[in-house]
Protein backbone atom coordinates (compact mmCIF):
# COMPACT_ATOMS: atom_id res chain seq x y z
CA UNK A 1 0.00 0.00 0.00
CA UNK A 2 1.06 3.38 -1.05
CA UNK A 3 -0.46 6.28 0.19
CA UNK A 4 0.44 10.11 -0.24
CA UNK A 5 -0.67 12.64 2.14
CA UNK A 6 2.42 15.33 2.94
CA UNK A 7 0.77 17.88 5.78
CA UNK A 8 2.19 21.41 7.41
CA UNK A 9 4.70 20.88 10.13
CA UNK A 10 3.03 21.08 13.76
CA UNK A 11 6.11 23.51 14.45
CA UNK A 12 5.33 25.90 17.58
CA UNK A 13 5.65 29.64 16.15
CA UNK A 14 6.92 32.79 18.62
CA UNK A 15 4.07 35.58 17.53
CA UNK A 16 4.40 38.87 19.18
CA UNK A 17 1.72 41.55 20.04
CA UNK A 18 4.75 44.27 20.26
CA UNK A 19 3.68 47.41 18.52
CA UNK A 20 6.34 49.15 16.70
CA UNK A 21 5.30 52.90 17.42
CA UNK A 22 4.53 52.49 20.65
CA UNK A 23 8.68 51.03 21.51
CA UNK A 24 9.70 53.86 19.30
CA UNK A 25 7.56 56.43 21.68
CA UNK A 26 8.69 54.78 24.70
CA UNK A 27 11.57 56.79 26.54
CA UNK A 28 12.24 53.52 29.10
CA UNK A 29 13.94 51.26 28.28
CA UNK A 30 12.63 48.00 27.12
CA UNK A 31 11.98 45.52 28.87
CA UNK A 32 11.57 47.31 32.37
CA UNK A 33 8.77 44.95 34.14
CA UNK A 34 7.87 41.04 33.06
CA UNK A 35 6.89 39.83 30.06
CA UNK A 36 4.08 37.63 28.98
CA UNK A 37 4.19 34.63 27.31
CA UNK A 38 0.56 32.73 26.11
CA UNK A 39 0.69 29.34 25.28
CA UNK A 40 -2.36 28.82 24.14
CA UNK A 41 -2.79 25.27 25.75
CA UNK A 42 -2.91 23.27 28.72
CA UNK A 43 0.51 22.27 30.57
CA UNK A 44 2.28 18.98 29.38
CA UNK A 45 1.46 19.26 25.65
CA UNK A 46 4.26 20.02 22.75
CA UNK A 47 3.35 24.02 22.99
CA UNK A 48 3.91 23.76 26.65
CA UNK A 49 6.75 21.72 26.69
CA UNK A 50 8.57 24.24 23.99
CA UNK A 51 7.32 27.52 26.06
CA UNK A 52 8.78 25.87 29.33
CA UNK A 53 12.41 24.56 27.11
CA UNK A 54 13.05 28.58 25.60
CA UNK A 55 11.70 30.22 28.54
CA UNK A 56 15.25 30.61 30.54
CA UNK A 57 16.70 31.45 27.91
CA UNK A 58 14.06 34.16 26.82
CA UNK A 59 13.88 35.75 29.96
CA UNK A 60 18.27 36.12 30.31
CA UNK A 61 18.40 37.35 26.96
CA UNK A 62 15.33 40.22 26.90
CA UNK A 63 17.26 40.87 31.00
CA UNK A 64 13.66 40.17 32.66
CA UNK A 65 11.53 37.51 33.79
CA UNK A 66 9.42 35.88 30.84
CA UNK A 67 6.18 33.81 32.69
CA UNK A 68 4.58 31.15 30.79
CA UNK A 69 0.39 31.60 31.01
CA UNK A 70 -1.40 28.62 29.65
CA UNK A 71 -4.63 30.10 28.26
CA UNK A 72 -5.99 26.65 26.62
CA UNK A 73 -9.58 25.64 25.18
CA UNK A 74 -11.64 26.08 22.22
CA UNK A 75 -8.70 24.40 20.47
CA UNK A 76 -6.11 27.20 21.21
CA UNK A 77 -8.33 30.18 20.07
CA UNK A 78 -9.33 31.44 23.86
CA UNK A 79 -5.57 32.14 24.13
CA UNK A 80 -4.68 33.70 20.76
CA UNK A 81 -7.97 35.78 21.12
CA UNK A 82 -6.33 36.50 24.36
CA UNK A 83 -2.83 37.64 22.61
CA UNK A 84 -5.04 39.81 20.30
CA UNK A 85 -6.99 41.86 22.58
CA UNK A 86 -3.42 42.23 25.08
CA UNK A 87 -2.16 45.70 25.27
CA UNK A 88 0.51 46.19 22.02
CA UNK A 89 3.25 46.86 24.35
CA UNK A 90 5.79 44.41 23.37
CA UNK A 91 5.27 42.86 27.04
CA UNK A 92 2.86 40.05 25.57
CA UNK A 93 3.87 36.96 22.89
CA UNK A 94 1.92 34.61 21.98
CA UNK A 95 3.54 30.46 21.34
CA UNK A 96 0.95 29.69 17.98
CA UNK A 97 1.22 26.50 15.83
CA UNK A 98 -0.06 25.21 12.68
CA UNK A 99 -3.41 24.71 13.89
CA UNK A 100 -3.68 28.35 16.06
CA UNK A 101 -2.35 30.17 12.95
CA UNK A 102 -3.40 28.02 9.58
CA UNK A 103 -6.20 25.84 10.52
CA UNK A 104 -8.74 27.47 12.77
CA UNK A 105 -9.05 30.55 10.73
CA UNK A 106 -10.23 28.27 8.14
CA UNK A 107 -11.88 25.63 10.26
CA UNK A 108 -14.15 28.22 12.16
CA UNK A 109 -16.88 29.77 10.06
CA UNK A 110 -16.95 32.69 12.81
CA UNK A 111 -13.29 33.62 13.79
CA UNK A 112 -12.24 35.80 16.14
CA UNK A 113 -8.77 36.98 14.98
CA UNK A 114 -6.96 37.56 11.58
CA UNK A 115 -3.12 36.15 12.36
CA UNK A 116 -1.73 38.01 9.57
CA UNK A 117 -2.88 41.17 10.57
CA UNK A 118 -3.79 40.78 13.88
CA UNK A 119 -0.16 39.50 15.03
CA UNK A 120 3.17 40.27 14.02
CA UNK A 121 5.30 37.23 13.86
CA UNK A 122 8.90 37.25 14.87
CA UNK A 123 10.50 33.73 14.48
CA UNK A 124 10.03 29.79 14.17
CA UNK A 125 10.51 28.79 17.22
CA UNK A 126 10.94 24.37 16.52
CA UNK A 127 10.04 22.14 14.10
CA UNK A 128 8.58 19.33 15.77
CA UNK A 129 7.94 15.60 14.18
CA UNK A 130 5.25 13.55 14.73
CA UNK A 131 4.39 10.18 15.89
CA UNK A 132 1.86 7.62 16.19
CA UNK A 133 1.28 5.81 19.38
CA UNK A 134 -1.35 3.56 20.41
CA UNK A 135 -1.39 1.85 24.07
CA UNK A 136 0.59 -1.57 25.01
CA UNK A 137 -2.33 -3.35 25.05
CA UNK A 138 -3.45 -3.41 21.74
CA UNK A 139 -2.02 -6.25 19.82
CA UNK A 140 -0.35 -4.61 16.99
CA UNK A 141 3.21 -3.70 16.52
CA UNK A 142 3.32 -1.78 13.42
CA UNK A 143 1.26 0.29 10.82
CA UNK A 144 0.21 -3.20 8.27
CA UNK A 145 -0.73 -4.70 11.97
CA UNK A 146 -2.46 -1.50 12.89
CA UNK A 147 -4.71 -1.94 9.79
CA UNK A 148 -5.52 -5.19 9.84
CA UNK A 149 -7.41 -4.88 13.67
CA UNK A 150 -8.64 -1.69 12.40
CA UNK A 151 -10.49 -3.23 9.82
CA UNK A 152 -11.25 -6.28 11.55
CA UNK A 153 -13.11 -4.27 14.37
CA UNK A 154 -14.33 -1.21 12.65
CA UNK A 155 -15.67 1.80 14.44
CA UNK A 156 -15.01 0.21 18.14
CA UNK A 157 -11.09 1.86 18.69
CA UNK A 158 -11.04 5.49 19.86
CA UNK A 159 -8.36 7.76 18.82
CA UNK A 160 -7.57 10.96 21.03
CA UNK A 161 -7.49 14.26 19.50
CA UNK A 162 -6.26 17.53 21.02
CA UNK A 163 -9.11 19.51 19.15
CA UNK A 164 -11.15 18.60 16.40
CA UNK A 165 -9.17 21.14 13.94
CA UNK A 166 -5.81 20.36 15.09
CA UNK A 167 -3.40 19.17 12.51
CA UNK A 168 -2.91 15.84 14.15
CA UNK A 169 -6.83 15.10 13.99
CA UNK A 170 -5.99 16.21 10.37
CA UNK A 171 -3.98 13.62 10.06
CA UNK A 172 -5.69 10.66 11.51
CA UNK A 173 -8.88 11.25 9.83
CA UNK A 174 -6.16 11.35 6.71
CA UNK A 175 -5.10 7.74 7.27
CA UNK A 176 -8.32 6.44 8.28
CA UNK A 177 -9.58 7.77 4.74
CA UNK A 178 -6.77 6.62 2.92
CA UNK A 179 -7.06 3.53 4.34
CA UNK A 180 -10.40 2.43 4.55
CA UNK A 181 -10.61 2.32 8.55
CA UNK A 182 -13.23 3.33 11.34
CA UNK A 183 -11.88 4.84 14.34
CA UNK A 184 -14.04 6.90 16.90
CA UNK A 185 -12.89 10.65 17.55
CA UNK A 186 -12.51 11.35 21.28
CA UNK A 187 -11.46 15.44 21.66
CA UNK A 188 -10.17 16.63 24.90
CA UNK A 189 -10.39 20.33 25.99
CA UNK A 190 -7.11 21.89 26.60
CA UNK A 191 -4.97 20.44 23.40
CA UNK A 192 -2.58 17.56 24.05
CA UNK A 193 -1.53 17.33 27.16
CA UNK A 194 -5.28 16.33 28.52
CA UNK A 195 -5.48 13.90 25.40
CA UNK A 196 -2.30 12.26 26.42
CA UNK A 197 -3.43 11.25 29.96
CA UNK A 198 -6.77 10.40 28.62
CA UNK A 199 -4.44 7.47 26.33
CA UNK A 200 -2.66 6.41 29.35
CA UNK A 201 -6.07 6.49 31.29
CA UNK A 202 -7.06 3.98 27.92
CA UNK A 203 -9.65 6.06 27.64
CA UNK A 204 -8.60 6.21 23.83
CA UNK A 205 -6.12 3.54 22.06
CA UNK A 206 -4.14 5.03 19.85
CA UNK A 207 -3.02 8.55 18.76
CA UNK A 208 -1.30 10.62 16.32
CA UNK A 209 0.56 13.88 18.35
CA UNK A 210 3.88 15.61 18.32
CA UNK A 211 6.93 13.12 19.11
CA UNK A 212 8.16 15.33 21.93
CA UNK A 213 4.59 14.70 23.87
CA UNK A 214 5.31 10.90 23.92
CA UNK A 215 9.04 10.15 23.73
CA UNK A 216 9.98 9.93 27.11
CA UNK A 217 6.49 7.80 27.81
CA UNK A 218 7.67 4.99 24.40
CA UNK A 219 10.63 4.65 26.69
CA UNK A 220 9.03 4.01 29.70
CA UNK A 221 7.04 1.54 27.94
CA UNK A 222 3.89 3.01 29.02
CA UNK A 223 3.12 3.48 24.91
CA UNK A 224 4.23 1.71 22.00
CA UNK A 225 5.01 4.26 18.99
CA UNK A 226 4.25 2.38 15.56
CA UNK A 227 5.72 5.17 13.25
CA UNK A 228 7.40 8.06 13.29
CA UNK A 229 5.63 10.42 11.04
CA UNK A 230 9.04 12.25 9.73
CA UNK A 231 10.77 12.25 6.25
CA UNK A 232 13.47 9.68 8.04
CA UNK A 233 14.01 7.67 11.64
CA UNK A 234 14.48 9.68 14.67
CA UNK A 235 17.84 9.16 16.36
CA UNK A 236 15.70 9.72 20.07
CA UNK A 237 13.62 6.03 18.83
CA UNK A 238 15.58 4.74 15.92
CA UNK A 239 13.82 1.03 15.70
CA UNK A 240 11.01 3.00 15.15
CA UNK A 241 9.82 3.07 11.48
CA UNK A 242 9.07 6.05 9.56
CA UNK A 243 5.28 5.80 7.69
CA UNK A 244 6.82 5.72 4.60
CA UNK A 245 8.85 2.61 5.36
CA UNK A 246 5.37 1.00 6.31
CA UNK A 247 4.28 2.32 2.73
CA UNK A 248 2.41 5.46 3.74
CA UNK A 249 3.65 8.42 2.39
CA UNK A 250 2.39 10.46 5.51
CA UNK A 251 5.39 13.12 7.01
CA UNK A 252 5.13 15.99 9.47
CA UNK A 253 8.18 18.28 10.12
CA UNK A 254 11.83 18.30 7.99
Known amino acids: MHVSHNFS ?25 PVRMIVPFAPGGASDTVGRIIQP ?20 NIG ?11 YNFLLGNVGTMAINPVYYTKFPYRPLKDLI ?23 KELIAYLKANPGKINYGAAAPSSASTLEMLAFLRATG ?6 PYKGGAGPA ?27 LRMVAVIQPGRN ?20
Open 196 to 222: VIGLLASEVQMMMLTFSSVVNLVKQGR
Open 9 to 33: TFAAGLLSLVSLTVIAADTAPYPNR
Open 57 to 76: AMSELLGEQVVVDNRGGAAG
Open 121 to 143: PITQVVDVPGAFVVIPSMPVKNI
Open 80 to 90: VELAVKASPDG
Open 181 to 186: TEAVMI
Open 235 to 254: PALPDVPTMREQGINQTVGS
